[in-house]
Structures are given as C-alpha cells and as structure tokens.
C-alpha cells in the first residue's frame, strides 16, 4: 500500500511563493508518475502540475504555467510544487497523487493513490 503525506500548505498573501512537498512509501518510489491537483470549495477537482517517473515529461494545468514548477528527488521518494507569484484564485485545497503507470497525465482516472490534502490559501 502506498501512502502520500503533503505538507507546506498555508496562509500567505498574493505575489507570495509557496513550496509544497509531498513524501511517499510503501513502493518504489522511482516508478512512480506524481502529480498535484486541487480542490476549491463547491468546485470540481482540477490538474495542477504531473511528473513522469523519469523526471524527462512535466505537465501544467493553464493556469499556473510559468508560476508552478514540479520536481521530484527520487532519493528522498519526495515531490515538489514550487508556487510563485500566488493568486487569490489558487487559494484551494491541494493533494499530491501517484500513477504507478509512470505517465503523469493530467487525468484524474489516472492515479490509483491520493494524500489527504494541504490547504493552501491566498489573501489579497
């Protein structure tokens, strides 16, 4: 069983940065496609950003390219969600989650493996 713990979320105003981390276990962690997605109250789950297990394919959604950056460090079986230039409209909940096909899509049936979440919020 694979287990993803987020961390880093807060509160912190809008032109801030933010660097979410999510950790894993349980399975290879260099198998592995992650990726971030969230959640804004009353709105549907969206794509943020997907990493293939090589590290060679990266995927945004449209609304944070050129803000967001995912990377990952396969010896630390860590991903990461560098967030600049914060918005008020990115304030929402964010999961971390893992496809053991190693694709990284921006297709939520893609995953099998979800983290609880980390709340990040924007003030204006």
């Known amino acids: 069983q694979l287990q993803l713990v987020e961390s880093g979320g807060g509160l912190v105003q809008a032109g801030s940065s933010l660097r979410l981390s999510c950790t894993t276990s349980?399975?290879?962690?260099?198998?592995?496609?992650l990726a971030w997605f969230r959640q804004a109250p009353e709105k549907e789950r969206d794509f943020v950003a997907g990493?293939?297990?090589?590290?060679?394919?990266?995927y945004y959604g449209d609304s944070v390219k050129g803000r967001f950056t995912i990377s990952r460090d396969n010896a630390k079986s860590t991903v990461y969600l560098q967030m600049n230039s914060l918005k008020p409209e990115d304030t929402a909940v964010y999961y971390c989650?893992?496809?053991?096909?190693?694709?990284?899509?921006?297709?939520?049936?893609?995953?099998?493996?979800w983290g609880q979440g980390t709340q990040v919020t924007i003030s204006s």
């Open positions: 990493i293939s297990w090589s590290g060679g394919s990266t």
């Open positions: 349980g399975r290879l962690f260099s198998t592995l496609a």
């Open positions: 989650a893992a496809d053991p096909n190693g694709f990284g899509r921006p297709y939520s049936y893609d995953y099998d493996y």
